[in-house]
């Protein structure tokens, strides 16, 4: 019988809240990381990471939910919130499972969405021991992503406020910073695991555009890399046919690079 455990760990002093799902039996178990999109959460819209990780351990793959600091359940502010400090959790994640005797150390993947792909980019590009990666919609122009949205409202409100008001988040001065310097492409060139991109052809947030681009840059790095198209799709995939499909070829990348299956 599966187990979903609520865990915390520490990311740069601060608690970082989660859910660990097993599969059945004593391990250790393969594990993927999810790593939730801008504003999101452990269990993503519609419980699509919930969904995602008990299919993940039904089929013998731990799977470990968690909010960014900052966001649902973990410790700290969301305007103090960053790409970097993202980054820090996603590490510090790894860690928390890397400790634990129920989890195979060297069988480990990430499955990062929208935002969280692009955290999940920056990560793996760090940690050469991460063997597998999915990414869900990922951004890869984050810059593009502040400023169509950015206004001359939103630079009255960073000057007198010091955050911006992004539909009732308040998004701070790093957030905005980084996003118009950080490169998640560079970062997937250097990735030397086997990643899947998962993209919706109607997605509206974040364009497909950037999904190619994520697949042509790594394939010119020589690195293994395969596009998943789920025809008329939106960014969280918003029926359940969509939410099947992405599920269904995400299911099959693990099982093939986490525990060989064909």
Excluded at 159 to 185: I, N, R, S
């Amino acid at each position: 019988m599966q187990r979903e455990l609520p865990i915390t760990f520490k990311s740069e002093g601060e608690q970082v809240v989660g859910m660990l799902h097993l599969p059945e039996g004593k391990g250790p178990f393969p594990v993927v990381a999810f790593f939730h999109g801008f504003t999101g959460h452990k269990s993503e819209a519609h419980r699509l990471f919930v969904q995602t990780a008990r299919g993940l351990a039904g089929a013998g793959i731990a799977a470990l939910r968690i909010d960014f600091r900052g966001s649902g359940d973990s410790a700290g502010e969301f305007s103090q919130m960053s790409v970097s400090s993202e980054v820090a959790d996603g590490h510090a994640a790894l860690r928390f499972l890397r400790r634990r005797r129920d989890i195979d150390r060297n069988r480990i993947g990430i499955l990062g969405m929208s935002m969280g792909g692009l955290v999940a980019s920056l990560v793996t590009a760090e940690d050469p021991e991460v063997r597998a990666v999915v990414l869900w919609n990922p951004v890869a122009d984050s810059k593009g992503l502040r400023d169509r949205r950015f206004t001359e409202e939103f630079q009255r409100q960073l000057d007198t406020l010091g955050v911006v008001d992004w539909g009732g988040w308040a998004v701070g001065p790093k957030l905005l910073e980084e996003w118009g310097t950080v490169d998640p492409l560079a970062a997937a060139a250097r990735i030397t695991a086997p990643v899947l991109v998962v993209s919706g052809t109607k997605d509206e947030t974040v364009p497909p555009i950037e999904s190619e681009n994520y697949r042509s840059v790594m394939e010119r790095a020589g690195r293994t890399v395969a596009l998943h198209s789920v025809e008329g799709a939106d960014h969280c995939f918003n029926t359940l046919a969509w939410t099947a499909e992405a599920m269904a070829a995400s299911l099959a990348w693990f099982g093939c690079h986490l525990l060989g299956r064909k």
